[in-house]
């Protein structure tokens, strides 16, 4: 099996660039832990459609924007945009696995409900900042519910962000 590193980038990206935005206002804080490990991926043998495969690359590409973030440049508006982003690419990845991985699907849109609350919540600098720590976690458990069907779907999809021509 092997582990998310984009995963693990695109939290501690945000976590870093939150930081980095906060630290020009005077703020300072702990920073939140890491998410959890993600379980181990179920074994399939279904061939992963083009759709899951675009999914999967849509994904992975939410996650290298909330990495690559500026939270400087792009202000709260510009956070919540890559947040509710990485959410439509989550739900996207949901709907293209659910028939392969069901359970799976489920956890995962269950994960960006809570985040899509969690984007919600975020009116101001200062929500950002005293919600730091829950919009990581947020994050983390969207990237762990789509751990199983990303480490699943790896083989299958070449190179990971282009979908098998038909």
Do not use: W, Y
Not at 59 to 69: D, K, M, V
Not at 116 to 139: F, H, P, R, W, Y
């Amino acid at each position: 099996m092997m582990s998310h590193p984009v995963g693990r980038r695109a939290a501690a990206g945000l976590i870093a660039a939150t930081l980095l935005a906060l630290s020009g206002a005077g703020c300072s804080g702990a920073t939140p832990s890491a998410p959890p490990a993600a379980p181990p991926a179920p074994t399939t043998t279904a061939s992963t459609s083009a759709e899951l495969c675009t999914a999967v690359a849509d994904f992975r590409t939410a996650t290298n924007q909330l990495t690559e973030l500026d939270a400087v440049a792009v202000g709260l508006d510009g956070v919540k945009a890559a947040l509710q982003n990485l959410g439509t690419a989550a739900n996207g990845l949901a709907d293209a696995a659910s028939a392969e991985f069901g359970p799976q699907a489920q956890d995962l849109k269950e994960a960006v409900a809570a985040l899509g609350s969690t984007v919600e919540g975020l009116q101001n600098q200062a929500d950002l900042s005293s919600k730091l720590g829950e919009i990581a976690t947020s994050v983390g458990e969207v990237e762990k519910a789509a751990a199983a069907i990303l480490d699943s779907a790896q083989a299958a999809c070449p190179s990971n962000s282009t979908p098998p021509t038909t």
